[in-house]
C-alpha cells in the first residue's frame, strides 16, 4: 500500500540559524553596557526580567497550553517575598531572592490546583481571580507590603556590599540565560513532550501513560520559579515596588510578548519582549498610545500569524522535526515485530486469561451503556468486539482503560483488578490503546507522537533533564531509535520528521497504532482502526494486526468492517444495547441466528 506521498523540498537547516542567532543576540547582549552606558543598560535589564517572567508563562501556556492570567499575580509575589525578606527581615538579597521565589511557587499552587477540575476560560477566570485577590493583600496589609504606597529595600547586593549597575546588569543576563537553557532543555527531554502532548490532547496523553494533572501542577509550578525569579530581580533591581506594577495590564503585557512572539518555541519570549518593548517607543512614549498599540499588534498577530512570529518562520522554512532519519535496515536492529519476544515480566500471573471481565455495568444517567457484560480474553489471541452503532463497545474500551469509571462490575487484568486505577497507570501496566476518532499529537511531529507513548520509559529526573546527564542522553536515544523502529514496522518512518497533523488519514490511523505499539503493550485495545479506510489500507491494517498478534499481543479489536473481522479474529464477542447476546469463533457468529438478526444480517450474508 502506497502511504506516503511524494518527498517534500528538504526544509532550511532552521538548527543552524537559531543557533546562529542565539550566539549573535548573545555577543550583542554581553557587548551592549560597553557601547550604549547606563541609561539604555537600565532599559535591557527590564527587558531581561520580562524574558524570564514571560519563559515561564510560555512553559505553562506555551508549551503545556494552560492558559492563565496569574503571571502578575506570581510576579507580585517573588517581587515582595524579596523586599519583604530583605526589608523587614534584614536578610540579604540571595535569601530575598530564594524566598520571593518560594511564595511565587506558593501562589502557583492556585492555578494548579483548580486546573485539576477545570481548564480553558474557567482556568482563565480562575487566575483574574487571584490577581484581584494579591492586589487587595499588596494594598490592605499596610503592615508588611506598605500598602498602596509600596515598599522600598536595600536592593541587590552580595556580602553587604551593593551591587554596580554594571554587576545587576550582568547577574540579569546571566540568570536570564540560564532561565533560556532550562527552556531549552525541558523542550528536549520527556518533560517537554508530556507538556505538548498534555496542550494537543489531554486524552491521549493520558492514554500514553502521562500524569496528565502532576505534569500540569509541574508545568505551572515552573512558571511560579520563574516569575518568582523574575518579580525579586525586579524589586532588588528598581529598589522601590507598588502594587500598581502588578496589576491585570501587565499580564495582559506578558500574555502579549508570548502571543506575539510564538507560543510554544524557545524563541519567542525572547522575540515578543523586544517587539512589545522596543516598537511602542518608535511611536510615542505616551502610555496611551502604546496601550493602543500593543491593541492593535495583537488584534494583527493573531489574525495573521497565530502561531506568533517564530511560529510562522518555523513554518516558513518547514522546521517541524530536525532527527536525521537512518535507513530500515538500521532501524530493524531496535524493533522487529516479525522476531519480537513480548517481554512477561518476572511475575506472571497466574489465571489462565489477560483480561476478564466480571458483570460490568455503565450508567450515564439512565441509559447502561454497557449492561452485566462479562468475557474473557485469552493470551495471545484476537478477540473482536462487534454490535450495532450505540451497543457499547467504545464504553467496554474505555472502562478498561479507566477512562470510564464502571458502575458495578470487576475489570482484571493479570489478576489485578483495575477499577480504581487511574488511566495513564493503567497504561503503564500494559494496556494500550487507539482511538475511533483518531487522537494524535497533532502540532507535534511524526516521531514525537511515538516518543510520547514511550514516556514511562523514560527515567531521568529534573536534574538528568536540566544537566543533559549521559544517562538522559543514552534514554532519550535509545527510545528515539525505538521509536524509529516502530515508524519503520507501520511504514512511516519517512514521515518522522513531520507534523502528526499533515498525514493523510490512513497514515494517522497508522500513528495511532504505532504510538499503541511502542507502549510495548500485553494488550492492545483497537477502536475501529479501520473505520473511514479503503480497501488496500484495510488489507494493510489486517496483515499489520495478524503480526501483531504473532509476536505474542493479545488484540482486542472493535471493528465493523465484517470480513476483517471474520478473516482476523480468534474469538468474536458480540454486544447489543450494552448486552453480550453471543460469544464464539467467527463461524459460530456467523451463523447465530440472534446475531444475524441483531447485526450482521446481509452483511454476513454477502461474507459467508
Ligand atoms: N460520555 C457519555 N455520556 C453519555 N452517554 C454516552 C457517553 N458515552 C457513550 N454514551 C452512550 O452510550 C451508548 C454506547 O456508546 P458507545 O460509544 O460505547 O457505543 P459503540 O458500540 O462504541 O458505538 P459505535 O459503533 O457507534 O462507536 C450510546 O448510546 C452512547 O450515546
Given at each position: 500500500m502506497e502511504l506516503s506521498s511524494a518527498k517534500k523540498p528538504q526544509p532550511l537547516n532552521y538548527k543552524n540559524l537559531s543557533y546562529l542567532l542565539y550566539a549573535l543576540i548573545l555577543v550583542l547582549a554581553v557587548a551592549f553596557p560597553m557601547f550604549a552606558g547606563q541609561y539604555y543598560a537600565r532599559y535591557v535589564i527590564v527587558m531581561f526580567i520580562t524574558i524570564?517572567?514571560?519563559?515561564?508563562?510560555?512553559?505553562?501556556?506555551?508549551?503545556?497550553?494552560?492558559?492563565?492570567?496569574?503571571?502578575?499575580?506570581?510576579?507580585?509575589?517573588?517581587?515582595?517575598?524579596?523586599?519583604?525578606?530583605?526589608?523587614?527581615?534584614?536578610?540579604?538579597?540571595?535569601?530575598?531572592?530564594?524566598?520571593?521565589?518560594?511564595?511565587?511557587?506558593?501562589?502557583?499552587?492556585?492555578?494548579?490546583?483548580?486546573?485539576?477540575?477545570?481548564?480553558?476560560?474557567?482556568?482563565?477566570?480562575?487566575?483574574?481571580?487571584?490577581?484581584?485577590?494579591?492586589?487587595?493583600?499588596?494594598?490592605?496589609?499596610?503592615?508588611?507590603?506598605?500598602?498602596?504606597?509600596?515598599?522600598?529595600?536595600?536592593g541587590i547586593s552580595f556580602f553587604g556590599e551593593p551591587l554596580t549597575w554594571l554587576g545587576q546588569y550582568y547577574l540579569i543576563l546571566a540568570l536570564m540565560l540560564i532561565g533560556l537553557i532550562v527552556q531549552w532543555g525541558i523542550s528536549k527531554s520527556y518533560l517537554g513532550r508530556a507538556f505538548r502532548s498534555i496542550k494537543n490532547d489531554a486524552i491521549a496523553a493520558t492514554g500514553a501513560g502521562v500524569n496528565v494533572r502532576l505534569f500540569m501542577v509541574i508545568a505551572i509550578l515552573i512558571s511560579?520559579?520563574?516569575?518568582?525569579?523574575?518579580?525579586?530581580?525586579?524589586?532588588?533591581?528598581?529598589?522601590?515596588?507598588?502594587?500598581?506594577?502588578?496589576?491585570?495590564n501587565y499580564t495582559v503585557y506578558i500574555l502579549l510578548v508570548v502571543v506575539i512572539g510564538g507560543a510554544g518555541t524557545l524563541a519567542g519570549p525572547i522575540v515578543g519582549t523586544v517587539i512589545i518593548t522596543v516598537l511602542p517607543e518608535f511611536f510615542?512614549?505616551?502610555?496611551?498610545?502604546?496601550?493602543?498599540?500593543?491593541?492593535?499588534?495583537?488584534?494583527?498577530?493573531?489574525?495573521?500569524?497565530?502561531?506568533?512570529?517564530?511560529?510562522?518562520?518555523?513554518?516558513?522554512?518547514?522546521?517541524?522535526?530536525?532527527e536525521k532519519i537512518p535507513d530500515a535496515n538500521e532501524v530493524k536492529k531496535h524493533f522487529d515485530l516479525d522476531n519480537y519476544n513480548l517481554d512477561e515480566d518476572n511475575t506472571p500471573d497466574k489465571s489462565e486469561y489477560i483480561l476478564d471481565l466480571k458483570n460490568l455495568t455503565k450508567y450515564f444517567g439512565g441509559l447502561a451503556a454497557v449492561s452485566d457484560l462479562s468475557f474473557q480474553i485469552e493470551r495471545g489471541a484476537i478477540y473482536s468486539l462487534i454490535g450495532p452503532n450505540g451497543a457499547g463497545k467504545s464504553t467496554t474500551i474505555n472502562l478498561i482503560t479507566g477512562m470510564d469509571r464502571a458502575s458495578t462490575g470487576e475489570v482484571i487484568f493479570r489478576d489485578r483488578k483495575l477499577n480504581s486505577i487511574e488511566p495513564y497507570i493503567i497504561s503503564g501496566m500494559g494496556i494500550s490503546r487507539t482511538f475511533q476518532h483518531v487522537r494524535l499529537f497533532g502540532r507535534m511531529t511524526v516521531l514525537e507522537n511515538v516518543l510520547v507513548g514511550k514516556h514511562l520509559a523514560f527515567q531521568y529526573g529534573i536534574f538528568g533533564t536540566l544537566l543533559r546527564t549521559p544517562k538522559m542522553r543514552r534514554q532519550e536515544r535509545l527510545n528515539k531509535e525505538r521509536a524509529l523502529a516502530y515508524l519503520d514496522t507501520i511504514g512511516l518512518l519517512d514521515k518522522a520528521n513531520e507534523e502528526a497533523a499533515s498525514l493523510s488519514y490512513g497514515q494517522q490511523k497508522l500513528l495511532d497504532l504505532a504510538r499503541a505499539l511502542s507502549m510495548e503493550p500485553k494488550l492492545l485495545l483497537l477502536d475501529e482502526p479501520c473505520a473511514?479506510?479503503?480497501?488496500?489500507?484495510?488489507?494493510?491494517?489486517?496483515?499489520?494486526?495478524?503480526?501483531?498478534?504473532?509476536?505474542?499481543?493479545?488484540?482486542?479489536?472493535?471493528?465493523?468492517h465484517m470480513k476483517l473481522v471474520m478473516d482476523i479474529s480468534d474469538r468474536i464477542i458480540v454486544l447489543e444495547y450494552g448486552k453480550k447476546i453471543a460469544e464464539g469463533n467467527p463461524k459460530e457468529i456467523q451463523e447465530n441466528s440472534a446475531v444475524r438478526e441483531a447485526y450482521l444480517g446481509t452483511a454476513v450474508a454477502e461474507y459467508a
Open positions: 524570564i517572567i514571560s519563559i515561564g508563562y510560555n512553559i505553562s501556556s506555551g508549551y503545556c497550553g494552560l492558559v492563565h492570567f496569574a503571571s502578575a499575580a506570581m510576579y507580585a509575589a517573588g517581587a515582595y517575598g524579596a523586599a519583604v525578606m530583605m526589608t523587614r527581615f534584614d536578610m540579604p538579597f540571595i535569601v530575598g531572592l530564594l524566598f520571593g521565589i518560594l511564595v511565587a511557587c506558593f501562589v502557583s499552587l492556585f492555578v494548579s490546583i483548580p486546573a485539576f477540575r477545570v481548564s480553558g476560560h474557567y482556568l482563565a477566570l480562575i487566575s483574574l481571580g487571584l490577581i484581584v485577590i494579591v492586589q487587595e493583600i499588596l494594598v490592605e496589609w499596610n503592615t508588611v507590603t506598605g500598602g498602596p504606597a509600596g515598599m522600598y529595600n536595600q511560579g520559579i520563574y516569575a518568582g525569579t523574575a518579580g525579586a530581580l525586579y524589586a532588588g533591581y528598581s529598589g522601590y515596588i507598588s502594587p500598581d506594577t502588578f496589576g491585570f510615542s512614549a505616551s502610555p496611551d498610545i502604546k496601550l493602543f498599540f500593543y491593541g492593535l499588534l495583537l488584534i494583527v498577530i493573531t489574525i495573521t500569524m497565530p502561531d506568533g512570529i517564530i511560529g510562522k518562520l518555523k513554518k516558513f522554512v518547514m522546521a517541524y522535526g530536525n473511514g479506510l479503503n480497501e488496500t489500507e484495510i488489507n494493510y491494517f489486517a496483515n499489520l494486526i495478524k503480526r501483531i498478534r504473532n509476536s505474542g499481543i493479545t488484540i482486542l479489536l472493535i471493528e465493523h
